[in-house]
T-cell receptor
Framework: DAKTTQPNSMESNEEEPVHLPCNHS???????IHWYRQLPSQGPEYVIHGLTSNVNNRMASLAIAEDRKSSTLILHRATLRDAAVYYC????????????FGKGTKLSVKP | NAGVTQTPKFQVLKTGQSMTLQCAQD?????MYWYRQDPGMGLRLIYYSASEGTTDKGEVPNGYNVSRLNKREFSLRLESAAPSQTSVYFCASTQFAAGGRSSPLHFGNGTRLTVT
């Protein structure tokens, strides 16, 4: 399964937008891009996913590059509750297989 | 709607002891997963079950066994616990349909296991 690369950590100020990048240069045509976040002492929770087009939901936006080799999770106004580890993973929509998580990006939000 | 339920929440074992971690989901999902997370690290896949009656190895299967008891339940067994298995264990489930839209993973809140 294709792997993803994310920065280890990022910082943001409260109420400012945050752009979390993810590289997935070996993505295949049937791979969906999923984002999850993990708050301290909790299990990961789903944030958003997409295949080719940009996606919006109540939590965030997902911007997918035209060649699909990278994507960006956008939090429009960071709050202190958004401080978490964010994981970008690839899910093959054509077959069942391993769902591999990397180390993710630890986002710190400063008041 | 409980989602994914894991039991127990905490467990302390001595080296060599055995135990089974339980996971149940009430969302009628066909696929279930077991991950471990060591301090300051990401999640690593231990085993997964694509559907009832099937199981497959993930990245770190050594020292573990799994059973997909029915569609709802997926258990993880440590036959002879070792200190290296001290970790937080997460169970997850999702609905997979080949050629269909990708659906999210739903995670439990984890079992914190310490092996002394």
């Amino acid at each position: 399964d294709a792997k993803t690369t994310q920065p280890n950590s990022m910082e943001s100020n409260e109420e400012e937008p945050v752009h979390l990048p993810c590289n997935h240069s070996t993505i295949s045509g049937t791979d969906y891009i999923h984002w999850y976040r993990q708050l301290p002492s909790q299990g990961p929770e789903y944030v958003i996913h997409g295949l080719t087009s940009n996606v919006n939901n109540r939590m965030a936006s997902l911007a997918i590059a035209e060649d699909r080799k990278s994507s960006t999770l956008i939090l429009h106004r960071a709050t202190l509750r958004d401080a978490a580890v964010y994981y970008c993973i690839l899910r093959d929509g054509g077959s069942q297989g391993n769902l591999i998580f990397g180390k993710g990006t630890k986002l710190s939000v400063k008041p | 709607n409980a989602g994914v339920t894991q039991t127990p929440k905490f467990q302390v074992l001595k080296t060599g002891q055995s135990m089974t971690l339980q996971c149940a989901q009430d969302m009628n999902h066909n696929s279930m997963y077991w991950y471990r997370q060591d301090p300051g690290m990401g999640l690593r896949l231990i085993y997964y079950s694509a559907s009832e009656g099937t199981t497959d190895k993930g990245e770190v299967p050594n020292g573990y066994n799994v059973s997909r008891l029915n569609k709802r339940e997926f258990s993880l067994r440590l036959e002879s616990a070792a200190p290296s298995q001290t970790s937080v264990y997460f169970c997850a489930s999702t609905q997979f349909a080949a050629g269909g839209r990708s659906s999210p993973l739903h995670f439990g809140n984890g079992t914190r296991l310490t092996v002394t």
